[in-house]
């Protein structure tokens, strides 16, 4: 028997409407899922815009006041995908409310922010989700499985790039994102946690680190009214960005690995670069986020000259099979999100945690937060190892 699972998304930006979908799409993909979303409420603070969401995706009911959905008895789970400065007192309050809670990253301003939700997950004993969605890629689960087996030797070094152009347009408007207030710290918050993400979930624990962070387009003019995106705000009264354009991080592993993050929102040219490339001592492996469904790995204990080749992931690789039949078939953005509110009811379901959840946000942000203070103090810092 399937159970109705009353589902609430808060925040109604490009994110809540790609969340929206996924629950929408969850019985396509996953038909044995013994829970079933329904579209109860959606909470957003824009006169009208929750309305029409309503009538656009079919939610029950909508409201200006995300308090209402924390209130709200036929809300079960509850999507969080607000503005960063708003994650904090959003999801302790739909904790404490005994909601499931699928929030996007980076889970706050700071990881104290990240270790608040996660308490109060853990004080109402209800599932989380964050959503750290490049690792659900097929490809990235294949490419950990490979490093785990030491199918390309002992890991040696690695580099995460996360490289793009949304914030390079210099007439970008002043919005939240660019507050230290209300969007924390910038691409470190933004770009940087996916890398921090994915680096632990390949690699293991950081050890200790190195950062250097700049800003580089000093100045925007402030939006004349609400804004969505990365809108564009010419002529306008000229404000401060206050938070990083840039981050450059050496990472030390606890494995004894050496790598290297970098991330940047002001990257002409460059559109979503993502991606990775990890070595051994007998082969590497490389992953392109616009090239989502393949792999380059090098193997064969040839050492030098060794070639790359490209590996199409297929349904024996993480998630793949329940959205393509074979490999080379490919697979989207959107469906990575599909993936997570899988593996969210999943754990709403049977009661223990599937996917990326509280835990791995609470330790990206440590490792956001140890960016910052080793940019600010120019030198190395320690993490803690579990």
Known sequence: ???????????????????????????????????????????????????EAAAQYGFATATRDWREVAADPRVRAVSVTAPNFLHRGIGVAMARAGKHVWIEKPVGLSGADARAVADAVAAAGVQSAVGFNYRN???????????????IGRITHARVRLLSDYAAHPDGALTWRYERGRGGSGVLGDLASH????????????????????????????????????????????????NEDYVSCLLRFASGARGVL???????????????EVHGTEGAVAWDFRRMNEL??????????QPMSTVYVGPADGEFAAFQPGA????????????????????????????????????????????????EGRGWVDLPVS
């Open 328 to 375: 080379a078939n490919a697979m989207g953005y959107d469906d990575l999100k599909v993936v997570e509110a899988y593996r969210f009811l999943r754990s709403v379901a049977e009661g223990k945690p599937y996917g990326a959840t509280l835990a791995d946000a609470v330790r990206a942000a440590g490792v956001l937060d140890a960016m910052a203070v080793s940019a």
């Open 137 to 151: 890629a097929p490809a990235v689960e294949s490419a950990r499985e490979l490093i785990a087996s030491g199918g």
């Open 1 to 51: 028997m399937v159970d109705a699972l009353g589902v609430a998304v808060v925040g109604f930006g490009w994110m809540g409407r790609v969340h929206t979908r996924a629950y929408a799409r969850l019985p396509h993909h996953y038909p044995r899922l013994p829970v079933r979303p329904e579209l109860v409420t959606v909470a957003e603070e824009v006169p009208g815009l929750a309305e």
């Open 296 to 305: 380059r790995v090098s193997r064969g204990g040839l050492y030098q000259d």
């Open 195 to 242: 890398g921090a993400d994915l680096a632990y979930f390949l690699l293991g624990d950081i050890e200790s680190l190195a950062a250097d962070t700049a800003v580089f387009v000093p100045e925007r003019s402030r939006p004349a009214g609400a804004t969505a995106g990365h809108t564009l705000a010419a002529g306008g009264e000229r404000g401060p960005v206050e």
């Open 262 to 276: 970098e991330a940047c929102r002001v990257s002409v040219g460059e559109q979503n670069n993502y991606g990775f």
